[in-house]
């Protein structure tokens, strides 16, 4: 009975190379967000969407784009993979901005 | 704006012991303050949270955190730690001016020594 689900857990792709990465999430909150940790467990806000309308957007080079095809679903796309994009990508939602629910974490190797 | 400063990347504590783990924040505006857990491989997880009234916030496993406005600083305790608890801690502030957009400390984290 996840709440925040992402796919895939682990994914290693060379550079280059174009990825997807999916989130869902069955508590109907109104708020999702994609999130990047890096190797020093850094924590940085990549997008934020509310009711499938994209409210933060913090500078992330174009190549990343989200896509909300409804509320309970958050997709972050990936062009041209670099090496620097290795990192740790956690997907969240919230009802109150504050108390967030973060999904298991997809970590992204780039070869 | 606001920001968030955990001073200690890491802790070393031994188990049973006393730990304080260590968050300043600065604003202009008052802010909601939080403390999240991130458990090995895992997701972070709210911990507990200040919104408003007693500056004294508890949660269900034996964690405490002060609000202390005069210091600007939410410092989080235990007085016995757990192997459990082994795990990265992140404060964060919310500014209600702002969307409530979570700000986010660089983390510490808890090792206990057996």
């Known amino acids: 009975d996840t709440a925040v689900s992402q796919t895939p857990k682990y994914l290693v792709t060379q550079m280059g190379n174009d990825k997807s990465i999916k989130c869902e999430q069955n508590?109907?909150?109104?708020?999702m967000y994609w999130y990047k940790q890096d190797s020093k467990k850094f924590l940085k806000i990549m997008f934020s969407?509310?009711?499938?309308?994209?409210?933060i957007n913090e500078t992330v080079p174009n190549r990343f784009s989200p896509k909300s095809p409804d509320k309970a679903h958050l997709n972050l796309h990936i062009n041209s993979l670099e090496l620097g994009d290795s990192a740790v990508y956690f997907c969240?939602?919230?009802?109150?901005?504050?108390?967030?629910?973060f999904g298991p974490g997809t970590r992204l190797t780039v070869l | 704006a606001q920001s968030v400063t955990q001073l200690d990347s890491q802790v070393p504590v031994f188990e049973e012991a006393p730990v304080e783990l260590r968050c300043n924040y600065s604003?202009?505006?008052?802010?909601?303050l939080f403390w999240y857990v991130q458990y090995p491989n895992q997701g972070l997880q709210l911990l507990l949270k200040?919104?408003?009234?007693s500056t004294l916030v508890k949660s269900i496993n034996g964690f405490e955190a002060e609000f202390n406005k005069s210091q600007t600083s939410f410092h989080l305790r235990k007085p016995s730690v757990h192997i459990s608890d082994t795990a990265e801690y992140f404060c964060?502030?919310?500014?209600?001016?702002?969307?409530?957009?979570?700000?986010w400390g660089a983390g510490t984290k808890l090792i206990i020594k057996p």
């Open positions: 969240a939602s919230s009802q109150a901005p504050w108390e967030q629910f």
């Open positions: 508590l109907g909150h109104d708020t």
């Open positions: 969407y509310n009711n499938k309308e994209l409210i």
């Open positions: 604003s202009s505006v008052s802010v909601y």
């Open positions: 200040y919104l408003s009234g």
């Open positions: 964060a502030v919310s500014n209600p001016n702002s969307n409530y957009q979570l700000i």
